[in-house]
């Protein structure tokens, strides 16, 4: 069975082929700057990379461009479209509403643009990216939504509210939901089979640290706690978003320097975090080499997000009462040797044990245990595959409309 993975952004569209007879990613791509006159698509096939600048007025057409990649020229790896047995769609925002993957229908598509309002940057991009799927593929092909905040579900009341009058929650569904589920769900599985384990029988601490971070505990095979919140905002500092901060903050500069609320929103979205602190940087490699070279504004950017990480971490140790293993993840959490090694001393007196031999070997896709023999915690680097969960899910339920 092949499954057509689909990420669509506001100006964007990212897609994976996955043979799932061997779970191989025959093609993958980007449509990148989709409603733009310098409209971009990028392509790799094997090991092979292309490009080429081509129109795209919308998400269709975007699709259409997918369409003729996979289908046709050097590059082609299916005869038709029709190899295709569904497609799998990543959707940030489910909301209450959905609390695992769900085969869309036009109620579950309405459902989605319920939810706009918690997610305005992403829900109507996907709305648009499942709209013009089914243009392209017609309504026959099962195409599946995979939610960011489902595997995040399971938190108890006592961890997803807000200490705000209960009537928001019940107006607006003002609650914690958390984001990178679906990446969380990944590792964490990932991990207990290493562990030789059931997911159930172990208390985990999952990492996904890149420009966007979360951190999530997960106890007895659930989650009980994530650091994102209502929105991605939430949390730690992010490389350029600010993270949880004194609600007090927002309304004193709104009040000193006239902020609208989208003003407010995109200060603490796109111009604070590390590339706040820092002046202007906000990737991970960037701000260790400018701290090296003795950049303090860098250095405390850095020292920031260590620290705000090993709180974290911290407090999800004592609320689970104890943890068996830490997971490292993500484009940081996979490559950023320093963070790691600076993380994983903090837990020393908890018994965690540092192998530096084997953080030099974990960057670029390899995964590995970082904790030596004699560690009472486990700590492992194992890189994300999103997409892969998703197919996953996908042909779950495609193989049940299918027969």
């Not at 609650?175 to 990178?180: E, I, L, M, V």
């Not at 609600?247 to 979205?269: C, D, H, R, Y």
């Not at 997000?305 to 484009?331: C, E, H, N, P």
Request: aromatic share 8%; glycine share 10%.
């Amino acid at each position: 069975m092949k499954i057509l993975v689909i990420n669509a952004g506001s100006s964007s569209l990212k897609y994976q082929l996955i043979d799932m007879d061997g779970e191989q990613v025959i093609a993958k791509g980007i449509c990148e700057r989709v409603g733009a006159s310098d409209s971009h698509f990028e392509g790799k096939v094997g090991g092979e990379k292309f490009e080429k600048d081509v129109p795209m007025k919308n998400h269709t057409e975007a699709f259409l461009v997918v369409k003729d990649v996979l289908t046709t020229g050097e590059h082609k790896v299916l005869d038709s479209l029709d190899e295709i047995s569904a497609v799998g769609h990543r959707v940030v925002q489910g909301g209450a509403l959905f609390k695992e993957s769900t085969l869309i229908t036009d109620e579950v598509i309405a459902g989605i643009e319920s939810l706009c309002d918690l997610a305005p940057l992403h829900n109507p991009a996907h709305i648009q990216g499942i709209n013009a799927c089914r243009e392209v593929f017609g309504k026959d092909v099962p195409e599946v939504a995979v939610f960011d905040n489902a595997f995040h579900s399971t938190m108890p009341p006592e961890a997803y509210m807000f200490g705000v009058p209960y009537e928001y929650y019940e107006k607006y569904q003002i609650r914690r939901y958390g984001f990178h589920g679906t990446s969380h769900r990944y590792v964490s599985g990932e991990c207990a089979r290493i562990m030789g384990k059931d997911l159930k029988d172990i208390k985990l601490i999952t990492c996904h640290l890149g420009n966007g971070s979360s951190i999530t505990a997960i106890k007895d095979g659930k989650v009980i706690d994530t650091s994102m919140g209502l929105t991605p905002l939430d949390g730690f500092i992010m490389g350029t978003r600010s993270g949880g901060l004194d609600p007090s903050v927002v309304t004193f500069l709104q009040e000193k320097e006239g902020w609208t609320p989208a003003e407010t929103s995109t200060i603490l979205n796109k111009k604070s975090g590390v590339y706040g602190i820092s002046g202007g940087l906000s990737d991970d490699r960037d701000i260790l080499k400018a701290a090296a070279e003795g950049n303090e504004r860098a250095e405390l950017a850095k020292q920031m997000l260590w620290y705000q990480i090993r709180k974290y971490i911290g407090s999800y140790i004592a609320a689970m009462q104890g943890v068996d293993a830490i997971v490292f993840t993500g484009g940081i959490g996979e490559n950023s040797q320093p963070l790691r090694q600076n993380i994983c001393e903090s837990f020393a007196y908890i018994g965690v044990t540092f192998n530096a031999e084997e953080n030099k070997k974990a960057i670029r896709g390899v995964g590995g245990e970082l904790s030596g023999p004699d560690s009472k915690v486990k700590v492992y680097v194992i890189p994300t595959n999103e997409e892969l969960m998703i197919a996953r899910d996908t042909k779950a339920i495609a193989e049940k409309v299918l027969g």
